[in-house]
Structure formats: C-alpha cells, structure tokens
C-alpha cells in the first residue's frame, strides 16, 4: 500500500433510464431531495444491472439496500441453501427459510422490499468455466464472497471484462471494503498480489464473525455502489477502508496498482492456486513435495466411533487430536480428544520440538471439516512421523453420522 493520487469525479457508470412515473417519484422522494442524486441519478439507478456474489452475511444487507434504492436489476450469485447458522448475520433469510435456496429466499425477501426490481437468480457455484458469463451484461459486481478462490475470481473475471467491482471482506470484529476500477485504479490482485498460505487466515465458519459487523461493511458497500451508478462522491477507487468494531474506528488506507503487474489474460484453476503447496503453510522445507493425504490415510465418523468403542475397553491404543481453536470446542467436541491448534502444531514442526507436543504412537486428527486436519497430517508426515490418519469431514462429519444430537456450526 502507498499514496495514491485522488482519482477526482468520476463519471456514472449508467445512463439514465426513462422519465420516473408518479409512484416512482413518490417511493424514492428522498433521493430526489438530494441534488447530487435527483430525479436522473434515479432513473440511472432503475437502468442499473448490479450482480451480487453471495447471499449471505455481506449480500444480505447489501441486496435489501440496493432493491430499497430501487436499482432496476439485481442478479444474485450463491450455491448454497439456508443454514441455521446463517440466520445469526444474514438477514435476508428467516427461519423459515432454512433448507432452502439462498437465491430463492433472497429473490423473495428482494420482491417483498421491492416489487418493482427485477430479480436474476444464479444458482451457480462461479467457477473459470462459467464466471465470465454470469457476470457479463451487469454494470457493477458486489464480491461479499468469503473464500479466497471466488474473491479471486470474481476479481480475475471483472479485470477481464473491465467491470467495477466493490469487494468487502469481514472476519471477527474487522471488515474492509474498496472498490476495483480496471483501467481506473487498482484492482482486487494489486491490493492481495498472492493468496496467504493455507490455513493461515480462517473462514467465518472457523473463526467466527459479529453479526452486526456484516450489516455494517455491506451497507458501506451498498452506498459505493449507489455512488459508482450515479457518479457522485469520492468512491473508494484507490482505497481500502477498515473497519475496526471493538474499537469502533473507521481507517483509510491509500493503494495504488503495481506498475510492474502483468495483468490478467484468463482465468485459473483458483481452488488449486490457493490451496497452494504445504509447505506455504508452515510446513518444514520439503513439504511441497509431498502428496496430499491419501486415501488411506483418512478414516470415516463411524470407523472412528468404533475405534473409540475399542480405546474404551482396552483393545485398541491412539490418540485422537483436535486440531481446531479453543472457540470451536466450546460448540461441540468428540469425547476423548485432546486439544492441539494446528498453529501450535506447525510451529513444534518448524521448531523441531515435535515429540514434545504430539505424543507417540499411533495419531488420529480432525477439525471441523477436514481441511485443517489433512493439513496437520501433511506436515507431521513430512516431519517423519508414520502411522497418522484425519477423520473425513472433521467433527461436522461426526455430528452427521455418529452423534446428531450434538449441535453443528
């Protein structure tokens, strides 16, 4: 990050669109009160195509704002269906909701703020295959995506089409949000040039998130976007803006694109690219020549629970390690594991002090959802040790087959 020279105003990215009609003029009265918005900032909002990657905790706020706003067409973008542990931060979705297609939940609660908005439902998980032609024909993408392979992506792919883009991230008590101009500014690789290593940042799902944070960050991002459309303000084009809700600061931070990047000429494989060699986790050298877990080398919840039903009387001898954060055991445990953070497990790898935290014999791991465990197996294999497996699907896995009383997350 360094001193970026201010981009000055901006112009619109919609032309207006037809002259507003009574009802029109009478539902959005406020913005036609504000003269840097007016009647043909509003008709530029009604013309509007705005694509919304993710449903949930960033989208929520950010879709609701936007259909209030009365922009025109709202495309929204996510897989996945309602979870009980969405409902905590994303407030598109009710309860009853749960079960169902965050696209459809979203679509409905979207209509029911607005009927007048055209509702493009993307029921999609946004691969290098089908990227560009979802989001090709919207003027403004919003990323509130929380992996690193679809934010990314989404940046690769507006680079490409030479789409805006206003992308937002939040984690625990901090979001960021800023906004990518290709041509303009910088863009989402100039601002995170390489994805961080495996393992060392933790999704939402592992780390947590405050509800409210999400409505915070979205709503920021709902205003750029309203912003951009109309070509009013200051928009964060060569700025990231962070958001500190403990402290309840607000920071801006200067960022400019790196003369000396090559830009984008296709889309990548980004699963791959960011899951990235072990050895980029903390593992010691070495590590990236070694494979990733084999098959037999990860177990089942019910092989699990019978080799437990073994240790219990007598028959069988291993240790079963939880790899995940002390926050996450609070949820749920499996009974008779003890507690290793895969961080203090790599760092006794890097450190040499391996059979000082981990004990002998034989190793059973598991996290949440196997993917910090198939981690921690990689490195212990490539420090020597032998006769270690992970459990497939991690404790959500366990819950699922073994124990359905105890709750997910």
């Known amino acids: 990050m360094s001193t970026s020279s201010d981009p000055g105003q901006l112009p619109p990215l919609v ?39 993710g449903a949930g905790g960033l989208g929520s706020p950010a879709l609701l704002y936007l259909a209030a706003a009365g922009v025109g067409t709202i495309g929204v973008i996510d897989a996945d269906v309602v979870e009980e542990s969405n409902l905590q931060r994303q407030v598109i979705h009710p309860a009853t909701a749960v079960g169902t297609a965050k696209v459809d939940s979203a ?15 993307h029921r999609v998980r946004l691969d290098s295959g089908n990227a ?25 792919a507006c680079e490409l089409l030479g789409t805006v883009e206003v992308w937002g991230s939040v984690l625990r008590f901090d979001g960021q949000v800023s906004v990518f101009w290709p041509g303009r500014g910088p863009v989402y690789r100039d601002l995170f040039p390489s994805p961080p290593p495996p393992g060392s940042v933790p999704s939402c ?38 958001y500190d809700a403990l402290a309840m600061t607000w920071q801006s931070l200067a960022v400019r694109a790196d003369p000396d990047r090559k830009p984008v000429e ?51 001898e291993f240790t079963l390690i939880d790899v995940r954060e002390a926050a996450e055991r609070e949820i749920v445990t499996i009974e008779g594991a003890v507690h290793l953070p895969l961080a203090d497990l790599l760092d006794a790898v890097r450190a040499g002090r391996l059979p000082e935290v981990v004990p002998h014999g034989p190793l059973v791991l598991h996290c949440k959802s196997g993917g910090r465990s198939a981690q921690a197996l990689t490195a212990l294999r490539a420090a020597g040790r032998g006769n270690v497996v992970h459990l497939a699907g991690g404790v959500l896995a366990w819950v699922r087959d073994v124990q359905p009383h105890l709750p997910g997350y």
């Not at 009574?22 to 509007?48: D, K, M, N």
């Not at 679509?107 to 439902?121: H, K, L, M, T």
Request: hydrophobic content about 50%; glycine content about 12%.
């Open 15 to 53: 032309e207006p669109g037809p002259e507003l009609d009574v009802a029109q003029r009478r539902r959005y009265s406020r913005h036609l009160l504000l003269p840097e918005v007016g009647a043909v900032g509003q008709r530029r909002l009604a013309a509007a195509r705005v694509a919304v990657v």
């Open 205 to 242: 799902a592992d780390g947590g998130v405050l509800g409210m944070l999400c409505g915070a960050v979205g709503s920021v991002m709902a205003t750029e976007a309203v912003k951009l459309i109309c070509g009013i303000g200051r928009p964060l084009v060569g700025r990231v803006l962070i």
């Open 132 to 156: 560009l032609d979802v989001l090709a024909g919207y003027d403004l993408v919003l990323d509130g995506a929380d992996n690193f392979p679809t934010r990314y992506l989404v940046g690769d």
């Open 107 to 121: 679509a409905e609660a979207i209509r029911a703020v607005n009927p007048g908005v055209e509702v493009v439902r």
């Open 266 to 316: 296709a889309l990548i494989d980004y699963d791959a690219w960011c899951s990235g060699p072990p050895a980029a986790a903390g593992s010691p050298a070495g590590a990236a020549e070694i494979d990733a877990p084999a098959a037999g080398e990860e177990i089942d919840a019910p092989a699990l629970a019978g080799m437990l039903a073994e240790r219990r009387a007598g028959r069988r």
